[in-house]
């Protein structure tokens, strides 16, 4: 049992890791697309982080939720897209 | 070891494989240079990572009804997940979020130029 909790302690380090990472990328990202791509990558993220708690905890409450996130995960991504305009364009470096 | 133990280990090796691809699509986000390349950075864990997840929380429940259950999670995310990418992607192009000396050949311009040509006669296009 110990083994299965080094393994859960490692997927926890490595979801917290691209969470962070993804984070950083929206609040950083030089245009609007970046910053809709990396969402859209925390989002699936939080997907995972869900699931995984179903693993760890042993029971499948969560399985509505997951497939909620799914199917809506489009929906933000493509409002923005389809309404970015040309002044969201990457500033030239100086 | 049991039966049980080897497929509780199981999960928890697909659970890691999510998380990795996960992990390498955030160094993806950070480390590449343009819009377009973090997008394909990005769409790794979407498929490939939700599967894997899928897999552990199946082999960790062991019953058909969780697996039936967590089918449509993975059917609507490949049903989504194409047609984001696509919007995103053609929002990039558009807006010129790219480095256009990493292209080898932009197939597109001469078709929008051309299809701008046609449209408008005399007026310069914005494409």
Partial sequence: ?94 | MTADEILDLLAGVFLLLGAFLSVAAGVGLLRFPDALSRMHAATKPQILGLLFVVVAIALSARSWSTLLALTPVLIFQMLTAPISAHMVGRAVYRTGNFDKDTLIVDELESVIDRASRDDQPGSDSAS
């Avoid at chain 1, 969560?62 to 909620?68: K, T």
């Fill in chain 1, 1 to 94: 049992m110990s083994m299965l909790n080094i393994v859960f302690a490692a997927v926890g380090v490595l979801l917290t890791a691209a969470a962070l990472m993804a984070l950083y990328r929206i609040v950083r990202g030089p245009s609007l697309l970046d910053r809709m791509i990396a969402s859209d990558m925390l989002l699936t993220t939080i997907i995972l982080v869900v699931g995984t708690e179903m693993v760890y905890n042993q029971h499948t409450r969560n399985i509505p939720m997951m497939l909620v996130l799914a199917a809506i995960a489009i929906f933000a991504t493509v409002a923005v897209a389809r309404y970015v305009s040309k002044q969201d364009k990457r500033e030239e470096a100086p």
